[in-house]
């Protein structure tokens, strides 16, 4: 039933659109992957509830309208029955405690690094968004561009997400769910791509005057193409210094352009102790050696604490 | 000249001018209208001063259709732009603003004081008491609520209107990326409003627990009594949060605080949780009310009693404790992790349990029963199809990892319309529909109600619908424009016919009360509905003081048994009545906090300390004033009630 269901749901869903799949239902990684599916079963599972409930609406209405009924027909004076009552209580908990229990395991594989990647080393991208702009720092490779976003697929992805301004949410539908960017810290958000292809990425969160074009375009390639990517981009980009990188942060519509070296170096994220607190910074350990500087004052400061 | 500067709006527009000058001559008409017809000491008199809460309950509800047709008009604004791709009508500026007033106005200026409207006109009259517990203060609330919404909806057109989102995060709020007045509005208008809303609360808490007839215990009260007594607990517990929240935002806009901004320590997910903390029970507040609304309704059109009523007592307790235990659902994507993240997603998946104990118990009152459509019932039945897709949708965002695609997405407004428009306006307008013989006398006409709530219903589908696949295909809320290659354009066009569709519902429901008004017959009886709690049991027009003797009651449908079990309600003989003074204090403090909210905004110290001692000398005035209402003599009732028998 629930599945003859799902399939009929995911017919309507795409013969409305035209045959083309809704974005959010077309993953092209296992987060999204994930999180489509949950949607696809709770849209089944919802949709039993919703017939139920038009089933009985529909049969109360037929039955006991008043234009059916003798003129003199007194309803009767009717207390709750406790089995009725146990029953209305009784499936819905059930509902939800299933649903309950997957939504538990999905938040578990969300917030992790992707099924079946676990034995690859993660590529960490710091993106961070500027009214109205994204800008994606590689620290491994040491590179930074704006506005667009190169990843190899097969290989799991650390998004650390902040914000330079009001608060953002880093969001590529069709790799996976999206998550705030932040001034005072550092998110990370685990997605990965499984097919190369180009997907639309955006700020989903509004944050003002240019929020609608606040948009950067993902490209997903091979680890090959990605690798000589980043070889084509160390010889051919300009560095990114620190007067570039504040011209860039002002507010306003920008291009896609690409940089050697990371506004990492000179503009610490807010992490660990550059963080606006102590929170999140179970994330630090990874990206202390970004701020080695500041790494023994700090140090003595959480001792004080 | 630099002095008059900040009162500019920013970002004028053809539309802005043409507001102005509208706003200016209905001020000037009103004025020149009251001034012709000497209506001044009637207004003054009758309801400036007045503290009886049915015309508490009338001017509640005028100020609501108002409001309504505010929000309204942004909300099809906002749809009209979004219609077809690339759209030029308005900019991101003015869309941006559009939005974040129709968000302000339709929950703390329409949905609001639509739920007071019916809570003050029917709850003292279903307790069979003679007013409210605190008149006086009954009508500060009002006066504060309709002073905060005159302050609030004078931004646009004096220094701007707030531009942050109704949720107003800093800081994106904040001076540093909102430098006009707008947001100040936004902290300070809603401030004053909220003060009024938590008097409301303490005040009809006490109602409710001090003032019922004799003989309704607890667990008699109708159902609308009990959703208005959970309603205004949840309201003396969530409000004060907002008035601390705003009064943060207030010191970081306009003291340089940093409770939010992203310097200086400052803390921006702060906001966002004080917000919630406030704003997820906001959402049972407006819904708690329209579902005691729908259990009266549904009750008295099945011709019979309500189904599991202890239990629906229960669920709306559960409902309450709930609601305060759910808020970060309003942001998982905010990094709390996996494990915060499951207990809000279970808390929030558990609030679907008692909800629908609610819906199942209403499709129970039906079975047996004696259906008669009227338009309130068809309000009611066609709210349970469409709030049960809007809820269902909200156990789907509350999946956590699901929730990362539809946060922030048109899938999310898809959904919380589909829960307020159905479970809050449809619950007003049924509650419109059925006490309005009660209010003023004669019945809106039936088939012209019908009409508007098929309109209504489907056009609510139509234009919400659209979203959840629009959603669910990338488009995030509130963006004032989107190319033609995202391939949302049909669905918004669909919407955008929906939204034209709810306009010309709602411009149907004001005919309705055009028509009846001019057409509709005055010679009804005092119970036209064949009800069954004892808001039906007193005359129509109700007299001042609500019930010459108080009613004796038995059971839930007290005003039921009498009639068809022959049970007296009336025992007794009439004694003079102890009724409130009328008083201008709380009109004339309410005006001294609009002057005071006025300067707030602008920063004008000199006036701020004046209103301030203003309002401080109000309060002092009330507390050494002598005033112990007034008796209403034996001769003055019965006379009274022989007149409104003989009527």
């Known amino acids: ?305 | 000249m630099d002095f008059f500067d900040r009162f500019a709006i920013p970002h004028a527009s053809p539309a802005i001018y043409a507001s102005m000058v509208a706003i200016g001559l209905t001020v000037i008409a009103i004025i020149a209208g009251l001034t012709y017809f000497k209506k001044w000491g009637y207004l003054w008199r009758e309801w400036l001063t007045t503290v009886d809460h049915k015309r508490i309950g009338i001017m509640y509800l005028i100020s609501a259709l108002l409001m309504l047709f505010r929000g309204g008009v942004d909300a099809i604004m906002m749809r009209a732009q979004l219609a077809v791709p690339d759209n030029k009508l308005l900019d991101a500026q003015h869309y941006n603003e559009i939005f974040t007033t129709h968000g302000i106005v339709m929950i703390i200026f329409m949905a609001m004081p639509f739920i007071m409207a019916l809570m003050n006109f029917v709850v003292p009259l279903q307790i069979g008491a003679r007013d409210v517990a605190f008149p006086r203060l009954n009508a500060l609330s009002f006066w504060l609520f309709f002073m905060g919404a005159m302050l609030f909806n004078i931004s646009f057109v004096i220094g701007g209107s707030p531009d942050a989102g109704w949720t107003s995060y800093f800081p994106l709020a904040g001076t540093e990326f909102s430098e006009s007045v707008g947001s100040n509005y936004y902290m300070i208008a809603i401030q004053i409003a909220g003060l009024g809303t938590l008097m409301t609360g303490i005040n009809f808490i006490t109602t409710i627990l001090k003032m019922r007839a004799p003989g309704m215990k607890l667990m008699k009260m109708p159902m609308f009594t009990w959703a208005s007594l959970v309603t205004n607990a949840i309201i003396v517990f969530a409000f004060p949060v907002l008035t601390v929240l705003l009064a943060m935002g207030t010191m970081d806009r306009l003291f340089g605080t940093h409770f939010f901004t992203t310097t200086n320590g400052g803390m921006d997910m702060l906001w966002a949780n004080f917000f919630w903390v406030w704003g997820h029970p906001e959402v049972y507040i407006l819904i708690l009310p329209a579902f005691g609304i729908y259990s009266e309704v549904i009750s008295t059109f099945a011709r019979r009693n309500l189904y599991g009523y202890k239990s629906m007592v229960g669920s709306m307790v559960i409902i309450s404790l709930l609601s305060f235990l759910v808020w970060t659902h309003h942001f998982f994507t905010m990094g709390q992790g996996a494990l915060t993240n499951s207990i809000f997603s279970i808390t929030t998946m558990a609030i679907a349990v008692p909800t629908g104990v609610k819906l199942f118990n209403w499709l129970f009152t039906l079975w047996k029963g004696k259906i008669e459509i009227t338009t309130p019932m068809l309000y009611s039945l066609l709210f349970i199809p469409t709030f049960t897709i809007g809820g269902v949708t909200g156990v789907m965002l509350g999946m956590s990892a699901a929730d990362y695609q539809y946060h922030n997405t048109m899938f999310l407004v898809a959904h919380f319309h589909m829960v307020i428009i159905p479970g809050v306006v449809f619950a007003m307008l049924a509650g419109l529909t059925f006490y309005w013989p009660k209010m003023f006398g004669y019945m809106l006409n039936e088939k012209i109600g019908k009409l508007s709530a098929w309109i209504i219903a489907t056009s609510t589908l139509l234009a919400f619908v659209p979203m959840f696949f629009s959603g669910l295909d990338g488009q995030a809320r509130r963006m004032y424009t989107y190319s033609e290659s995202t391939g949302f354009g049909p669905w918004n066009m669909v919407s955008f016919i929906g939204a034209a569709g709810l306009a010309v519902g709602f411009a149907l429901i004001v005919y309705n009360i055009y028509y009846s008004t001019r057409y509709a017959s005055r010679d009804i009886a005092s119970d036209p509905w064949d009800a069954r709690s004892l808001e039906w049991a007193t005359h129509t027009p109700v007299p001042e003081y609500n019930f010459a003797i108080l009613p004796q009651v038995k059971s839930s449908e007290a005003f039921w048994d009498a009639k068809k079990h022959g049970h007296e309600l009336f025992q007794g003989e009439y004694e003079k009545i102890h009724m409130p003074n009328n008083s201008g204090v709380p009109f004339i403090l309410s005006c001294i906090f609009f002057v005071w909210g006025f300067s707030f905004v602008f920063s004008l110290w000199i006036p701020l300390i004046l209103t301030t001692i203003g309002i401080f000398v109000c309060m002092a005035y009330r507390s050494f004033e002598k005033d112990h209402g007034h008796y209403i003599t034996v001769a003055e009732i019965e006379e009274t009630e022989n007149n409104l028998r003989g009527a």
């Open chain 1, 1 to 305: 039933m629930k599945w003859v269901l799902l399939t009929l749901i995911f017919t309507i869903a795409t013969v409305l659109t035209g045959c083309e799949p809704l974005m959010v239902l077309d993953p092209k990684g296992p987060q999204a992957e994930t999180q489509a599916k949950d949607i696809m079963l709770s849209i089944g599972i919802m949709s039993f509830i919703v017939l139920v409930v038009f089933a009985i609406l529909i049969f109360m209405l037929t039955k006991y309208r008043a234009s059916k009924q003798s003129k003199d027909y007194e309803p009767p004076h009717i207390e709750g029955n406790i089995w009725v009552e146990t029953i209305c209580v009784g499936i819905p908990v059930l509902i939800v405690i299933f649903l309950s229990i997957v939504s538990v395991q999905s938040n578990n594989i969300v917030e992790a690094t992707p099924k079946g990647y676990g034995d690859k080393e993660p590529l960490i991208i710091y993106a961070s968004s500027s009214n109205w702009k994204w800008h994606f720092s590689y620290p491994e490779e040491n590179i930074e561009t704006v506005n667009y976003l190169y990843i190899p697929t097969d290989r799991p992805i650390e998004f650390k997400l902040y914000s330079y301004g009001p608060i953002t949410s880093f969001w590529i539908p069709q790799l996976g769910g999206q998550k705030y960017a932040m001034s005072d810290m550092v998110n990370t958000l685990h997605l990965a791509a499984d097919v190369p292809g180009e997907y639309m990425g955006r700020n989903a969160n509004f944050s003002g005057k240019g929020f609608a074009e606040n948009t950067f375009n993902v490209k997903a390639m091979s680890e090959d193409k990605y690798d000589d990517w980043v070889k084509e981009v160390k010889k051919t980009a300009k560095p990114l210094t620190e007067e570039k990188f504040a011209k860039l942060l002002e507010p306003g519509h920008l291009g896609q352009s690409t940089y050697t070296g990371t506004h990492l170096e000179f503009l610490p994220p807010p992490e660990g102790e550059n963080g606006g607190h102590n929170h999140g910074s179970s994330h630090s350990s990874k990206t202390e050696k970004h701020d080695n500087s500041s790494e023994t004052s700090s140090e003595s400061e959480h001792h004080h604490q």
